[in-house]
Protein backbone atom coordinates (compact mmCIF):
# COMPACT_ATOMS: atom_id res chain seq x y z
CA UNK A 1 0.00 0.00 0.00
CA UNK A 2 3.30 2.31 0.85
CA UNK A 3 3.64 2.40 -3.01
CA UNK A 4 0.47 3.87 -3.98
CA UNK A 5 0.65 6.36 -1.02
CA UNK A 6 4.37 7.29 -2.68
CA UNK A 7 2.39 8.48 -6.14
CA UNK A 8 -1.61 9.00 -4.96
CA UNK A 9 -0.76 11.67 -2.32
CA UNK A 10 -4.12 12.69 -1.77
CA UNK A 11 -6.79 9.74 -1.68
CA UNK A 12 -9.45 10.43 0.97
CA UNK A 13 -9.82 7.96 4.04
CA UNK A 14 -12.30 5.83 2.42
CA UNK A 15 -10.15 5.64 -0.87
CA UNK A 16 -7.06 4.47 1.62
CA UNK A 17 -8.95 1.91 3.18
CA UNK A 18 -10.62 0.86 0.25
CA UNK A 19 -7.33 0.39 -1.69
CA UNK A 20 -5.73 -1.40 1.56
CA UNK A 21 -8.35 -3.76 1.66
CA UNK A 22 -7.22 -4.81 -1.60
CA UNK A 23 -4.16 -6.44 -0.09
CA UNK A 24 -6.19 -8.96 2.11
CA UNK A 25 -8.89 -10.07 -0.27
CA UNK A 26 -6.96 -10.60 -3.61
CA UNK A 27 -4.74 -12.91 -1.72
CA UNK A 28 -7.44 -14.48 -0.01
CA UNK A 29 -9.39 -15.49 -3.09
CA UNK A 30 -5.89 -16.41 -4.72
CA UNK A 31 -5.69 -18.96 -1.81
CA UNK A 32 -9.00 -20.60 -3.58
CA UNK A 33 -8.52 -19.90 -7.24
CA UNK A 34 -6.02 -19.07 -9.48
CA UNK A 35 -7.04 -15.55 -9.51
CA UNK A 36 -3.18 -13.46 -10.26
CA UNK A 37 -0.02 -15.69 -10.57
CA UNK A 38 0.90 -17.35 -7.66
CA UNK A 39 4.58 -16.25 -8.48
CA UNK A 40 3.19 -12.44 -8.86
CA UNK A 41 0.24 -12.22 -5.96
CA UNK A 42 3.39 -10.59 -3.70
CA UNK A 43 3.94 -7.96 -6.50
CA UNK A 44 0.12 -7.57 -6.13
CA UNK A 45 0.34 -3.43 -5.30
CA UNK A 46 2.90 -2.51 -7.92
CA UNK A 47 1.71 -5.14 -10.90
CA UNK A 48 -1.73 -4.43 -10.65
CA UNK A 49 -2.58 -1.97 -8.49
CA UNK A 50 -0.73 0.85 -9.65
CA UNK A 51 0.02 -0.12 -13.07
CA UNK A 52 -3.94 0.05 -13.52
CA UNK A 53 -4.30 3.86 -11.42
CA UNK A 54 -1.33 4.52 -14.20
CA UNK A 55 -4.08 5.55 -16.37
CA UNK A 56 -5.18 8.08 -13.83
CA UNK A 57 -1.49 9.68 -14.46
CA UNK A 58 -2.61 10.68 -18.12
CA UNK A 59 -6.33 11.01 -17.68
CA UNK A 60 -8.83 12.66 -15.46
CA UNK A 61 -12.10 11.37 -16.05
CA UNK A 62 -14.77 13.42 -14.59
CA UNK A 63 -18.34 12.72 -12.43
CA UNK A 64 -20.58 11.44 -14.41
CA UNK A 65 -18.66 9.67 -16.96
CA UNK A 66 -19.26 6.15 -18.61
CA UNK A 67 -16.12 3.71 -18.05
CA UNK A 68 -16.40 0.13 -19.82
CA UNK A 69 -13.87 -1.99 -19.38
CA UNK A 70 -13.87 -4.76 -21.54
CA UNK A 71 -11.88 -8.03 -20.25
CA UNK A 72 -12.07 -7.00 -16.94
CA UNK A 73 -10.82 -11.01 -16.10
CA UNK A 74 -9.90 -10.15 -11.97
CA UNK A 75 -10.88 -6.45 -11.91
CA UNK A 76 -7.51 -4.63 -13.43
CA UNK A 77 -7.70 -1.88 -14.21
CA UNK A 78 -11.40 -1.45 -13.04
CA UNK A 79 -11.69 -1.93 -9.82
CA UNK A 80 -8.55 0.53 -8.56
CA UNK A 81 -9.91 2.99 -11.00
CA UNK A 82 -13.25 2.45 -9.73
CA UNK A 83 -11.97 3.57 -5.90
CA UNK A 84 -9.74 6.72 -7.50
CA UNK A 85 -12.75 7.85 -9.68
CA UNK A 86 -16.04 7.56 -7.14
CA UNK A 87 -18.34 9.68 -9.18
CA UNK A 88 -17.43 7.65 -12.40
CA UNK A 89 -19.64 4.62 -13.17
CA UNK A 90 -17.66 1.56 -14.16
CA UNK A 91 -19.17 -1.66 -16.03
CA UNK A 92 -16.91 -4.49 -16.01
CA UNK A 93 -16.99 -7.02 -18.51
CA UNK A 94 -15.46 -10.74 -18.87
CA UNK A 95 -17.17 -14.17 -20.77
CA UNK A 96 -14.83 -15.69 -17.53
CA UNK A 97 -17.38 -16.27 -14.99
CA UNK A 98 -15.15 -17.99 -12.49
CA UNK A 99 -12.79 -14.82 -11.96
CA UNK A 100 -16.00 -12.57 -12.06
CA UNK A 101 -17.09 -14.35 -8.97
CA UNK A 102 -14.27 -12.79 -7.64
CA UNK A 103 -14.85 -9.19 -9.24
CA UNK A 104 -18.57 -9.14 -7.88
CA UNK A 105 -17.53 -10.40 -4.34
CA UNK A 106 -14.78 -7.40 -3.85
CA UNK A 107 -16.94 -5.11 -5.49
CA UNK A 108 -19.49 -5.69 -2.78
CA UNK A 109 -16.74 -6.14 0.07
CA UNK A 110 -15.14 -2.64 -0.91
CA UNK A 111 -18.89 -0.88 -1.12
CA UNK A 112 -18.38 0.32 -4.66
CA UNK A 113 -21.51 1.53 -5.72
CA UNK A 114 -20.22 2.68 -8.57
CA UNK A 115 -19.42 -0.43 -10.74
CA UNK A 116 -21.70 -2.77 -12.54
CA UNK A 117 -20.30 -6.27 -13.69
CA UNK A 118 -21.39 -8.40 -16.52
CA UNK A 119 -20.68 -11.60 -17.64
CA UNK A 120 -20.66 -12.36 -21.25
CA UNK A 121 -19.06 -11.39 -24.71
CA UNK A 122 -18.55 -7.40 -25.26
CA UNK A 123 -21.04 -7.64 -28.34
CA UNK A 124 -23.21 -8.02 -25.48
CA UNK A 125 -22.88 -5.50 -23.95
CA UNK A 126 -25.76 -2.18 -24.30
CA UNK A 127 -25.46 0.93 -23.90
CA UNK A 128 -22.81 4.05 -24.49
CA UNK A 129 -19.90 5.08 -22.86
CA UNK A 130 -17.15 7.74 -22.80
CA UNK A 131 -14.10 5.74 -22.33
CA UNK A 132 -13.21 2.08 -22.69
CA UNK A 133 -10.07 0.83 -20.72
CA UNK A 134 -8.14 -2.63 -20.90
CA UNK A 135 -5.03 -3.93 -19.93
CA UNK A 136 -3.39 -6.12 -22.32
CA UNK A 137 -6.65 -8.19 -23.97
CA UNK A 138 -6.18 -8.12 -27.85
CA UNK A 139 -4.29 -6.14 -30.58
CA UNK A 140 -6.41 -2.37 -31.22
CA UNK A 141 -6.87 -3.78 -34.54
CA UNK A 142 -9.50 -6.47 -33.31
CA UNK A 143 -10.34 -4.23 -30.28
CA UNK A 144 -11.89 -1.39 -32.59
CA UNK A 145 -14.53 -2.84 -34.47
CA UNK A 146 -15.73 -4.19 -31.32
CA UNK A 147 -15.81 -1.31 -29.28
CA UNK A 148 -16.56 1.68 -31.91
CA UNK A 149 -20.42 1.03 -31.64
CA UNK A 150 -19.91 1.68 -27.68
CA UNK A 151 -18.29 5.14 -27.60
CA UNK A 152 -20.66 7.64 -26.96
CA UNK A 153 -20.55 10.77 -29.43
CA UNK A 154 -21.51 13.39 -26.60
CA UNK A 155 -18.46 14.12 -24.89
CA UNK A 156 -18.06 15.13 -20.91
CA UNK A 157 -14.91 15.22 -20.48
CA UNK A 158 -11.29 17.43 -22.28
CA UNK A 159 -10.19 14.21 -23.88
CA UNK A 160 -12.32 12.55 -27.00
CA UNK A 161 -14.16 9.94 -26.02
CA UNK A 162 -12.31 7.05 -26.69
CA UNK A 163 -10.25 3.76 -25.93
CA UNK A 164 -7.48 3.50 -22.94
CA UNK A 165 -5.28 0.47 -23.06
CA UNK A 166 -2.60 -0.88 -20.82
CA UNK A 167 0.07 -2.83 -22.43
CA UNK A 168 3.74 -3.51 -22.85
CA UNK A 169 6.75 -3.73 -25.29
CA UNK A 170 7.26 -2.61 -28.69
CA UNK A 171 4.02 -1.95 -29.82
CA UNK A 172 5.51 -0.45 -33.46
CA UNK A 173 3.56 -3.06 -35.72
CA UNK A 174 0.29 -2.87 -33.79
CA UNK A 175 -0.19 0.96 -34.00
CA UNK A 176 1.11 1.09 -37.21
CA UNK A 177 -1.87 2.69 -38.91
CA UNK A 178 -3.65 4.78 -36.25
CA UNK A 179 -2.18 8.30 -36.69
CA UNK A 180 -4.69 9.52 -33.48
CA UNK A 181 -2.93 7.16 -31.36
CA UNK A 182 -1.35 8.67 -28.47
CA UNK A 183 1.43 6.67 -26.62
CA UNK A 184 2.62 7.47 -22.66
CA UNK A 185 5.64 5.22 -21.04
CA UNK A 186 4.28 4.82 -17.36
CA UNK A 187 8.08 4.59 -16.60
CA UNK A 188 7.69 8.84 -16.78
CA UNK A 189 5.46 8.82 -13.33
CA UNK A 190 6.48 5.92 -11.78
CA UNK A 191 10.47 4.69 -11.05
CA UNK A 192 9.83 0.66 -10.56
CA UNK A 193 11.19 -1.54 -12.75
CA UNK A 194 8.45 -3.01 -13.95
CA UNK A 195 7.27 0.28 -15.61
CA UNK A 196 10.19 -0.03 -17.87
CA UNK A 197 8.55 -1.11 -21.08
CA UNK A 198 4.99 -0.63 -19.85
CA UNK A 199 2.38 2.31 -21.71
CA UNK A 200 -0.99 3.40 -21.83
CA UNK A 201 -2.03 3.59 -25.13
CA UNK A 202 -5.45 5.68 -25.85
CA UNK A 203 -7.35 6.28 -29.21
CA UNK A 204 -10.27 8.59 -29.94
CA UNK A 205 -12.84 7.27 -31.69
Known amino acids: MDIILKYFTS???PQREQLGKLGTLY???NEKINVISRKDIDNLYPNHILHSLGIAKFYDVGP???VLEFGTV???PG???????PEVKFHLVDRIGKKLKVVEDIVEQLGLKNVTVQHGDIKEVKGKFDFVVSR????LNEMVPLLRKLIAKEMKNATPNGIIC???GDLTSELKG???VIVDNLSTCFSEPFFETKKVIYLPL
Open 64 to 66: GSR
Open 74 to 76: CGF
Open 178 to 180: YKD
Open 136 to 139: AVMP
Open 11 to 13: LSS
Open 79 to 85: IPLAILF
Open 166 to 168: LKG
Open 27 to 29: PEW
